[in-house]
């Protein structure tokens, strides 16, 4: 497979690059800074995404949105910390589907319901994560892949970034979809994964585009496919799994939120604020640039869309049989 090199900007200067067209307003909100907690450390795309975010908003209201990192237990830390804030617009929640909607199905006792803890604003982009496979391994495409994995059941080794990530339960959607088992090994985080993988210490590696990309295009790994129902802009050569086994899409996603209650006319209003950020035209370009797909939706629209995504995992998740107590 000939691959384009590309470079993935994921500089918090790439942040920069946003829509000039945003007029202040003399709205009562905001009147002092808002804070946009991210529950995972910085750099990551969820990172790049809530500073896009903010800096937009920025702009448009001439007020200070703040992002703040608050890592830890698979994101559970930072999400509580806005589940558990004042409901009037100044404490707000780049979620994800492992906080929203995955996290839910795994963890026996989270700090919050995320079903009643978080009023939906929208999604604010998707992220397929892209499989990749050691070097040495006979194989160059998915339907190669899946052969590989049912001539080898059981003899294959798949890592992720920790138990009940987006990583490992896009594996274990794999698998159930196939029909073959893989012996997981979880890592603390991407750097070592991706280490033990170079290394040849594992067969294959489910992780999100944004971090995996430079080892693929680099040739220190070979990418297979993207992890959703289409091809992405970014890598328009590799396949999308959903190409040949109907129906799969595990694609992660990062969403704004706010805490439960918060006042209906203000989600509405930064409903259209965040659409108009995501769909500007410097604001799409530096997405697929990095391998998102915008995902502009109304608050009612996103509620449903997040019923939908736990009832997805759940379902791997029952399947597998992970719980984490």
């Given amino acids: 497979m000939a691959l384009k090199r590309r470079t ?20 009562a909100w905001p009147v002092r800074p808002v804070t946009i907690v991210v529950p995972f450390g910085a750099g990551g795309s969820a990172d790049l995404v809530a500073r896009i975010c903010a800096q937009g908003l920025q702009v448009k209201y001439g007020q200070s949105f703040i992002v703040e990192n608050r890592g ?24 994800t589907a492992s906080t929203l909607a995955i996290n839910p199905a795994i963890y026996a006792h989270l700090p919050y319901d995320s079903e009643t803890a978080f009023a939906p604003i929208s999604p604010l982009v998707s992220f397929p994560n892209l499989l990749v496979a050691n070097p040495k391994l006979p194989i160059n495409n998915v339907a190669e892949f899946i052969a590989y994995l049912k001539q080898n059941n059981g003899k294959l080794t798949y890592g992720s970034s920790g138990n009940g990530t987006s990583s490992h339960l896009c594996a274990l959607m794999l698998m159930g979809a196939v029909g073959v088992n893989m012996t997981h090994v979880p890592f603390r985080g991407f750097p070592e994964e991706m280490t033990a993988l170079v290394g040849g210490q594992l067969d294959f590696v489910f992780d999100s585009i944004t971090t995996e990309w430079p080892f693929a295009a680099s040739g220190q790994v070979r990418p297979l496919a993207v992890s959703s129902a289409k091809r992405i802009a970014i890598a328009p050569e590799i396949p999308a799994i959903g190409e040949v086994i109907v129906g799969f899409d595990a694609s992660t996603w990062q969403a704004i939120c706010a805490p439960a209650g918060t ?25 697929q640039n990095v391998g998102g797909v915008p995902l502009p939706m109304q608050p009612d629209e996103f509620a449903r869309f997040i019923v939908r995504e736990r009832a997805k995992w759940a379902e791997v998740v029952k399947a597998s049989g992970l719980r984490i107590d």
């Avoid at 209906?264 to 410097?282: G, N």
């Fill in 8 to 27: 993935f900007l994921l500089s918090m200067g790439a942040a920069a690059i946003m829509p000039a067209t945003f007029a202040r307003t003399n709205e």
């Fill in 72 to 95: 830890g237990a698979g994101g559970t830390i930072g999400t509580a910390v806005v589940a558990k804030s004042p409901n009037d617009g100044y404490t707000l929640l780049l979620g």
């Fill in 263 to 287: 006042p209906e006319p203000l989600l509405l209003s930064l409903a259209q604020d965040v659409w108009q950020i995501f769909t500007a035209p410097d604001v799409v370009a530096l997405l």
